[in-house]
């Protein structure tokens, strides 16, 4: 049945053991496990909206790869494109506490995880059919060469098939080889893309450019439809391929627990108002909105709201 699923995603999920205490991860002798993953945040803040998810990507035959699995079943994501790798680990991350509103330090063991090895291979092409929209971050297209033709692949099956696709840049500059090689193969999914959703520096480091403006115009003059830049504070800016643009305010939040899945929370407002045809100025407030609760919790995505918190 065509479009039986609302949107697709590929990346990685690690286990994340995150600090109780304040301070140098070197001290910290107790921590909380939770499922961490850029791509795994905006399924589940979309299933949680009751939309119909599949995460696409590899877990390794271990205990790691257990618990994301029975996350993914807790959250109601489909896992009928995950595979169960037994010649490779999943990843893991550490994570330290910090209450004062700075980004907490992480240190990730990931390095030839199972998700490392996606490849075209994992392209299940009757998942995808069903979609309607397919989501892609820099986090996956970061992990290896084989990931990144896996995301350059779908991208072109759900272009030709008409589907909606959006891009979070989502930069890792450690997990490439140089920024030279991160701009460019980024930039060729970007392009692919009909929403685009930059920070304002990942934005600037992609094109060149160093206002909200010049960075969505450098986007829509190559096929993009829609670019959203997140503006810290301020909130975010919008532009699209028609000519309609603006800036829509932050929500103030008084107390900032945890910044890690705010970007993630913006991606799920859009992309979940966009799919249920609203405007994009409603969409971008959602963003805003969704990511104000993400930061005052502790974890990537324990802050992301069902419908009913949604208040929508």
Not at 59 to 87: H, M, P, Q, W, Y
């Amino acid at each position: 049945m065509q479009n039986r699923l609302d949107v697709i995603t590929i990346g990685e999920a690690m286990a994340m053991f995150v600090a109780t205490e304040t301070g140098d991860l070197a001290d910290a002798e107790q921590f909380v496990k939770r499922v961490a993953g850029a791509e795994l945040n905006v399924a589940t803040g979309l299933a949680r909206l009751g939309m119909k998810v599949c995460w696409v990507s590899r877990v390794g035959d271990d205990s790691f790869g257990r618990f994301v699995l029975n996350s993914l079943k807790k959250e109601r994501i489909d896992a009928g494109c995950v595979t169960i790798d037994g010649r490779y680990a999943t990843g893991f991350q550490l994570k330290s506490k910090a209450d004062d509103g700075t980004d907490p330090i992480v240190e990730y063991f990931r390095k030839g995880s199972a998700a490392s090895h996606l490849s075209p291979e994992d392209f299940n092409a009757a998942a995808f059919n069903q979609a309607r929209h397919l989501h892609l971050s820099g986090v996956a297209a970061a992990l290896s060469p084989t990931s990144y033709a896996l995301l350059e692949h779908a991208a072109k099956v759900m272009k030709a098939q008409d589907k909606t696709i959006s891009f979070d840049p989502n930069l890792r500059p450690v997990l490439w080889k140089s920024e030279a090689e991160m701009v460019e193969k980024l930039n060729r999914l970007a392009f692919q893309a009909d929403w685009v959703l930059p920070g304002l520096k990942e934005g600037t480091i992609l094109t060149g450019e160093t206002t909200p403006e010049g960075i969505a115009d450098f986007y829509l003059q190559r096929g993009v439809k829609a670019v959203v830049i997140k503006t810290g504070a301020d909130g975010a800016w919008f532009k699209t391929a028609s000519g309609e643009q603006g800036a829509v305010a932050a929500i103030k939040v008084e107390n900032v627990v945890d910044t890690v899945g705010a970007g993630d929370g913006f991606a799920v407002g859009v992309i979940s108002a966009l799919l249920e045809g609203k405007t994009l100025p409603q969409a971008v407030a959602r963003g805003n909105k969704i990511g104000s609760l993400a930061i005052q919790v502790l974890g990537d995505s324990e802050g992301l709201p069902t419908r009913e918190e949604l208040g929508e």
